[in-house]
T-cell receptor
């Protein structure tokens, strides 16, 4: 299956720090990537849709100035958590769309665990 | 009403048994459906897509009932390694959006 990588795999930082997470599709081009967040014992929640060459689309309740997304190439999307606070501590997972039509699905990166102290 | 609903379990099942879980979705215009598996503290991994005609992959069988808006997953001859959380996932209409996840059903296979 398609491979998606994320870096870093975990981050511990002080409150007020900005954290950048990279998501790469390794063996295919992805015009669309997605960023999700998962709190303990909760389901994955879509944060935003990242489109190559255009602005990201954010879900309701997700602050675009807080979570900056850049999709500069067909294989890389970045999520920057600006001025992170303890409530931003979570498991952040990206995915990249692959396939077409009814066969279309998403492949997930291994996730990034963020702990803000 | 939640968009994708699943029984959270846990389902405790002896090794070798057959286990089935269902999921219901609210948006009748949803386009495609999947089962993902998520192990503890790991990312979700695609288990199988769910097609209207039903489909099988080894010990796993998935079925879709559009009229009743539910999706099922059947696991035969369960293995210890099947222990995980199984996520029912729906692709909303339009195709441009991210997937909608259920909260998952926790399965524990006991020796």
């Amino acid at each position: 299956g398609a491979v998606v990588s994320q870096h870093p795999s975990w981050v511990i930082c002080k409150s007020g720090t900005s954290v950048k997470i990279e998501c790469r599709s390794l063996d295919f081009q992805a015009t669309t990537m997605f960023w999700y967040r998962q709190f303990p014992k909760q389901s994955l929640m879509l944060m935003a849709t990242s489109n190559e060459g255009s602005k990201a689309t954010y879900e309701q309740g997700v602050e675009k100035d807080k979570f900056l997304i850049n999709h500069a190439s067909l294989t890389l999307s970045t999520l920057t958590v600006t001025s992170a606070h303890p409530e931003d501590s979570s498991f952040y997972i990206c995915s990249a769309r692959a396939g077409r039509g009814a066969r279309e699905t998403q492949y997930f990166g291994p996730g990034t665990r963020l702990l803000v102290l | 009403r939640k968009e994708v609903e699943q029984d959270p379990g846990p389902f405790n099942v002896p090794e070798g048994a057959t286990v089935a879980f269902n999921c219901t979705y609210s948006n009748s215009a949803s386009q495609s459906f999947f089962w993902y598996r998520q192990d503890c503290r790991k990312e979700p991994k695609l288990l199988m897509s769910v097609y209207s005609s039903g489909n099988e992959d080894g010990r796993f069988t998935a079925q879709l009932n559009r009229a009743s808006q539910y999706i099922s997953l059947l696991i035969r001859d369960s293995k210890l390694s099947d222990s995980a959380t199984y996520l029912c996932v729906v692709n909303p209409p339009g195709g441009a959006d991210g997937l909608t996840f259920g909260k998952g059903t926790h399965l524990i296979i006991q020796p």
